[in-house]
């Protein structure tokens, strides 16, 4: 009967909470901590966060074949199944006008993806093997959903990992491009005012989201998980004749698909996925990623300036780091610094909406090839 | 041991899709507006004719 | 001497007004505040003179190049 008690009390999780545990919560803690207090994307922070502490008891079997969670992320991330809805949402509350307008931005958009190459090559010389590289390499797209969805196929081991590098540095935006772009401009090319926008008609908007989907999916067949939803709810909101759809694509199912994807990615960092030294090498690598991506930008602008007539201001090249709509608003700002009266916010989001579009081509390239 | 020239193969086939595609949609684009700009112009003499 | 229209740099809703017809404008005074994609746009009257027209209401929506307030120079 004794040896019966102590069975039962050996299952106890207090006794066996391990130190790996502890130091998750402590991760988890600090996440919850900067999503709360700081503001650092608290829609998928907190989700994140939670999910951590939670996967982190001992025998609550959430992450055993068949448990809640591992029901969330099996069928929710590993399926592939939410970072598309995801894109449905983010279709359905974009808008394409500035792009349209200015079709050249789509380069700059294109430009921007420099970094994901850079941090590619840089994660394989420290390591770590194509698939992981890869997934590393798309944090410098600056797109929580494509990276999730990357990182499930290729390296599902790093997809915590990944997943939070890329939303804190998407948080750290404000904080990353500024010393960079200030670096490759002069305040003469900053303060530089933008040609007014032409007015993009009903027609354009609507038939975009069809041309776009022709021209990458036919390129790029793998591309179309990301960009059929993208697309998709873009055409929902642009149509104007199924506003119920747009409507729950961009706040209803978003909210609802985040939280199982937040807590489906909590729930994959254990102690042992996480602590180790990789996670410190994938979040220096994921800083370069973005760091070459804002100067492949702002590169392009300044070359492609010595051949067209309307010139761009170089800083909306930064905003090809997608980060919809943090990255323009920081271009804004750096405008408006170097001349009160420039307004770069709207020219700033035709390389930012590109570069959504740049970042899920080069996912797509990478599933196509590699494994 | 790392396959760089699979890896050289990877990246080179990324970057030149990434510009193909984008680069294309930027023609595809300016082109469609162009086509647009025109219809819009034309409009109003049709509804006075 | 003359009149200046300042129209808006960028499409938006006119989130707040500052100046009322009548008023004395000088060049780095914000005249109103026009919000986009959630971020707070302060406009300047970019001229010294007197406000002569407000052409917009707050929380209306205004698209780029639309005229917001005109100033009779001084």
């Keep these: ?213 022709i021209v990458i999916i036919l390129l790029v067949p793998k591309s179309a998980p990301l960009i059929t939803m993208f697309m998709l709810g873009n055409l929902f909101t642009e149509s104007g004749v ?46 370069i990623a973005f760091a070459f991506a804002v100067a492949g930008g702002v590169l392009l602008a300044k070359f492609m300036n010595l051949f067209i007539k309307n010139k761009v201001n170089p800083l909306i090249g930064a905003a090809g780091v997608s980060a919809v709509p943090m990255a323009a608003r920081v271009v804004q700002n750096m405008g408006r610094e170097a001349n009160r009266d420039n307004f770069l916010l709207m020219h700033a989001m035709g390389p930012n909406v590109a570069g959504v579009i740049g970042t899920a081509v080069a996912a797509g390239v990478f599933l196509s090839i590699i494994k | 041991m790392v396959d760089w020239l699979n890896a050289l193969t990877i990246a080179v086939t990324g970057i030149v899709s990434v510009f193909l595609v984008l680069g294309i949609l930027s023609i ?9 700009i025109r219809k819009e112009k034309e409009q109003p003499e049709q509804s006075e004719g | 001497m003359g009149e200046k229209k300042v129209t808006a740099p960028l499409p938006g809703t006119i989130l707040k007004i500052k100046v009322d017809v009548g008023q004395k404008v000088s060049p780095r005074d914000v005249i109103l505040i026009i919000e986009a994609m959630k971020m707070e746009n302060e406009i300047d009257a970019l001229v010294s003179g007197e406000v002569k027209e407000v052409y917009v209401k707050e929380r209306q929506t205004v698209k780029a190049g639309a005229p917001l307030v005109s100033i009779s120079i001084s």
């Design chain 1, 1 to 213: 009967m004794l040896e019966q008690f102590l069975e039962a009390f050996q299952g106890i999780g207090i006794l066996n909470l391990s130190w790996g545990n502890m130091a998750m919560w402590v991760i988890a803690f600090a996440l919850l901590y900067l999503a709360i207090k700081k503001g650092v994307e608290p829609l998928l922070l907190v989700p994140i966060g939670f999910g951590i502490f939670a996967a982190n008891f001992p025998f609550t079997g959430l992450m055993d074949e068949g448990g809640l969670f591992y029901i969330f992320y099996h069928y929710g991330i590993e399926n592939e199944l939410i970072p598309p809805l995801i894109f449905l949402g983010l279709g359905a509350m974009t808008d394409f006008g500035p792009v349209i307008a200015n079709p050249k931005t789509f380069l700059l958009g294109a430009a921007a993806q420099l970094g994901v190459y850079v941090a590619f090559f840089m994660a394989l010389l420290l390591g770590f093997s194509i698939p992981e590289a890869a997934s590393i390499g798309i944090i410098g797209g600056a797109d929580g959903p494509t990276t999730i969805y990357l990182t499930a196929n290729l390296a599902p081991h790093l997809l915590g990992t990944t997943a939070v590098a890329a939303y804190s540095y998407m948080a750290l935006v404000p904080i990353i491009i500024p010393p960079i772009a200030r670096l490759l401009t002069t305040t003469k090319e900053r303060a530089m005012v933008m040609e007014q926008m032409r007015e993009v008609s009903k027609g354009e908007r609507i038939i975009f989201p069809i041309l776009a989907s």
């Design chain 1, 242 to 287: 199924v506003e119920r759809l747009a409507n729950v694509s961009r706040e209803a199912l978003i909210n609802i698909v985040t939280i199982i994807l937040g807590v489906g990615i909590g729930a994959t960092m254990s102690a042992e996925n996480f602590l180790n030294p990789k996670t410190i090498y994938i979040f220096i690598l994921g800083v």
């Design chain 2, 28 to 36: 595809v684009v300016s082109l469609s507006g162009r086509y647009f």
